[in-house]
């Protein structure tokens, strides 16, 4: 009995340890499963400090004989709230990001999770109870007993376990390159003709790529880059047709494709939906998502579950689905062969390929033109204070949509700040700012102006905002008073024109040489 229970101290130790300083060093990713997994976003940043700390805790407690029970009932306390966490989030059909060994393993919660939850709780119980008053054999003392032919045995299996491990993992990655080599491999041989048009890909074997138009299209759940779920219901909720496109993180014509997927996302809203499905982990697919300002990522972690019921054999690849779940197009390989399936898709022929500012340039049409009326909404502060436009009359107010994840809003962040703080004196102008994310990722950005919350990103549509950062100006009595201006650049721009020539000549010329190398 005593060397069980320092076997099970050793154990939760060593898992409640790795566990705590994995979700230190990603406070971020340990934040947004907080609230994933239903922690309201004001308790978020508290408990993704405080559950680590208390793993650590308990995995000290644990070591010393003398306070193993006490340890181990700290790690039975956590583990049961995380199977009470994980039961109620599975039992309602959701799978959130568990985040349980933060970056150095991140996977959607399921019942094998629940599982191991749940046998390690078990052996917290076992020690808790039968080491209260005497915790077994002392770490030290058991070290100490053991003789020098004993270590050396002891030494030389751990190398061994270790070198069998590290060989393991590095047969393992070379298999999947060697998977994917084949894979691009077939995908030449097969999609030789669709680089020109947006048929079929040539095959060759039995087994077709792709799968016959009009049939059912494979349901699927998949986790989000942000953590959540989301399924092929979800996605056609809108009832309009749905462009599902395979990439991998470490596809380069994937990386080339990526800014027009966002610009497709913006500009063809009202007709279509676009998807990615990407395979990778969570964080290698959430740089991407940042970079370009992307939505609809879905990243397939595990398996090729999705791979081989929609019988996609490379990357990049795009099918069409419509919107009562049908296939609608035969499934196309390479990036002209996709853009060709969009324009054909959406009827825009006389519009060449995008680029990754295109969105930001184009002009975005008004629901209200200048001189009418702005339109009301009303939005939570950081605070959770609820926010009503009419609120900021008596002055100009310049709106300014943004989300602290897109990387146009990142590089144009340090520009903002330093127009904030060159105009904080003028009274003719104020600038509030209607932001997606978290609260907690908008308060790290450190604005001064006011930020309002649109998690939903409705409001900006309502002024013809298809994206971030964009701006437009509101007067003192309530009235639309400009055009929406779309880009860095032109929301700059427009903020030094409104606020007079004294704001434009301090806040301009001092960035201009960072617009200038965006432009």
């Not at 609608?328 to 006389?350: E, F, K, P």
Request: glycine share 10%; aromatic share 4%; proline share 6%.
């Amino acid at each position: 009995m005593s060397t069980a229970l320092l076997v099970g101290r050793l154990v939760l130790a060593a898992v409640l340890a790795t566990a705590g300083l994995a979700k230190l060093a990603d406070r971020a990713g340990s934040r947004r499963a907080a609230v994933d997994f239903g922690v309201p976003e004001r308790l978020a940043a508290p408990v993704a400090l405080l559950v680590p700390l208390a793993e650590l805790v308990a995995a000290a407690a644990l070591l010393p004989a003398t306070t193993a029970g006490w340890g181990a009932l700290v790690a039975l306390l956590l583990l049961t709230a995380f199977v009470a966490a994980i039961g109620v989030n599975l039992l309602r059909g959701r799978k959130p990001d568990c985040h349980c060994f933060g970056q150095l393993h991140s996977a959607p919660a399921g019942w094998p999770t629940l599982g191991r939850n749940l046998v390690l709780a078990a052996a917290a119980g076992f020690v808790m109870v039968e080491g209260w008053d005497d915790g077994g054999a002392s770490l030290t003392g058991w070290v100490g007993g053991i003789q020098a032919g004993q270590a050396v045995a002891i030494v030389v299996g751990l190398v061994l376990s270790a070198l069998v491990a590290v060989e393991g993992w590095a047969i393992l990655n070379l298999l999947r390159q060697h998977g994917r080599l084949l894979l691009r491999l077939d995908a030449l041989e097969a999609g030789k003709a669709a680089a020109g048009s947006a048929q079929a890909p040539a095959q060759t074997g039995a087994a077709p790529a792709g799968l016959p138009v009009g049939a059912a299209a494979p349901d699927f759940e998949l986790p989000t880059s942000t953590g959540q779920t989301r399924s092929l219901s979800d996605l056609l909720a809108r009832s309009k047709p749905l462009l599902v496109v395979f990439t991998d993180p470490r596809c380069a014509p994937c990386s080339t494709l990526l800014p027009e997927v966002a610009d497709w996302q913006r500009t063809h809203a009202e007709q279509l939906t676009v998807a990615l499905i990407s395979t990778g982990t969570v964080e290698s697919v959430r740089a991407k998502v940042s970079e370009h300002c992307l939505d609809n990522v879905l990243v397939e972690q595990k398996g090729n579950q999705v791979a081989s019921s929609y019988r996609y054999r490379s990357t990049p690849s795009a099918v069409l689905v419509d919107a009562r779940g049908r296939i609608a197009s035969a499934l196309v390989v390479g990036s002209v062969a996709i853009r060709a399936l969009v324009q054909q898709t959406v009827g825009d022929h006389g519009e060449g390929a995008g680029a990754e500012s295109a969105a930001a340039s184009r002009p975005a049409p008004l629901l209200a033109r200048p001189g009418q009326p702005a339109p009301a909404f009303e939005l939570p502060d950081l605070t959770g204070t609820t926010r009503h436009l009419s609120a900021f009359r008596g002055r100009d107010t310049l709106l300014v949509f943004w989300n602290p994840g897109c990387g146009f809003c990142q590089r144009f962040l340090p520009d903002w700040k330093e127009w904030e703080s060159a105009t904080r004196s003028q009274a003719r102008l104020q600038s509030v700012v209607v932001s997606t994310g978290a609260v907690a990722d908008n308060e790290a950005m450190g604005l001064r102006s006011p930020v309002l919350l649109d998690a939903a990103f409705e409001v900006g549509p309502r002024f013809g905002a298809r994206g971030t950062p964009m701006a437009v100006l509101i007067d003192s009595e309530g009235r639309v008073a400009s055009e929406v201006a779309a880009g860095a650049s032109a929301v700059l721009a427009l903020a030094n024109r409104s606020a007079g020539p004294a704001a434009s000549t301090d806040a301009g010329t001092a960035s201009e040489p960072a617009r200038e190398a965006r432009a």
